[in-house]
T-cell receptor, first 111, second 113 residues
Framework: GENVGLHLPTLSVQEGDNSIINCAYSNSASDYFIWYKQESGKGPQFIIDIRSNMDKRQGQRVTVLLNKTVKHLSLQIAATQPGDSAVYFC??????????FGGGTRVLVKP | DAGVIQSPRHEVTEMGQEVTLRCKPISGHDYLFWYRQTMMRGLELLIYFNNNVPIDDSGMPEDRFSAKMPNASFSTLKIQPSEPRDSAVYFCASMRQANTEAFFGQGTRLTVV
């Protein structure tokens, strides 16, 4: 998918630092949340997911935090690398397994 | 498995022409989603199917858009007639079952001139 020109929030981070990407979701009935990474010219790729009965889940270099009280989701990337430069989308799954996404955040890693 | 396969990768067509986008989901996946990605609206869900049956088409922008899933291994998204504002990247994604991740295809970049 081409994201050039997309007016996305942008997070600039120094290589080696940690990144935090935030997302507000809309449906309080959503019970499953997911993060995707999209590199230029490619389709979104799964990073990590979390069910609503959890508030934290860790993967390799990534952690997802869920705060259902304020309908907020975040993705933390440890020791950000140049290959982490991409657009990141949070998604929520509501009734009937309807999967919808937020607007995305562009992450730029500075060497 | 080769993943979700979309065709064509790029399509350029003239306004008023019919456009058909194709998707082959991952074998064994019960859900299929069609999304449109644009600068203005981000990644929008157009329609999704469960076991070949359309479940929610509320995201389909207007009657010019239609989608079908005649069998478990094939789906089409048709635009007739196409307009310049339909220019976007269209993604298909499939998912095995609830609470598992969806896998996206590489997308079809549509340009209507």
């Amino acid at each position: 998918g081409e994201n050039v020109g997309l007016h996305l929030p942008t997070l600039s981070v120094q290589e080696g630092d940690n990144s935090i990407i935030n997302c507000a979701y809309s449906n309080s009935a959503s019970d499953y949340f997911i993060w995707y990474k999209q590199e230029s010219g490619k389709g979104p790729q799964f990073i990590i997911d979390i069910r609503s009965n959890m508030d934290k889940r860790q993967g390799q270099r990534v952690t997802v935090l869920l705060n259902k009280t304020v309908k907020h989701l975040s993705l933390q990337i440890a020791a950000t690398q140049p290959g982490d430069s991409a657009v990141y989308f949070c998604g929520e799954r509501a009734a009937g397994n309807k999967l919808t996404f937020g607007g995305g955040t562009r992450v730029l890693v500075k060497p | 498995d080769a993943g979700v396969i979309q065709s064509p990768r790029h399509e350029v067509t003239e306004m008023g022409q019919e456009v058909t986008l194709r998707c082959k989901p991952i074998s064994g996946h019960d859900y299929l989603f069609w999304y449109r990605q644009t600068m203005m609206r981000g990644l929008e869900l157009l329609i999704y199917f469960n076991n070949n049956v359309p479940i929610d088409d509320s995201g389909m922008p207007e009657d010019r858009f239609s989608a079908k899933m005649p069998n478990a291994s094939f789906s089409t998204l048709k635009i007739q007639p196409s307009e310049p504002r339909d220019s976007a990247v269209y993604f298909c994604a499939s998912m095995r079952q609830a609470n598992t991740e969806a896998f996206f295809g590489q997308g079809t970049r549509l340009t209507v001139v």
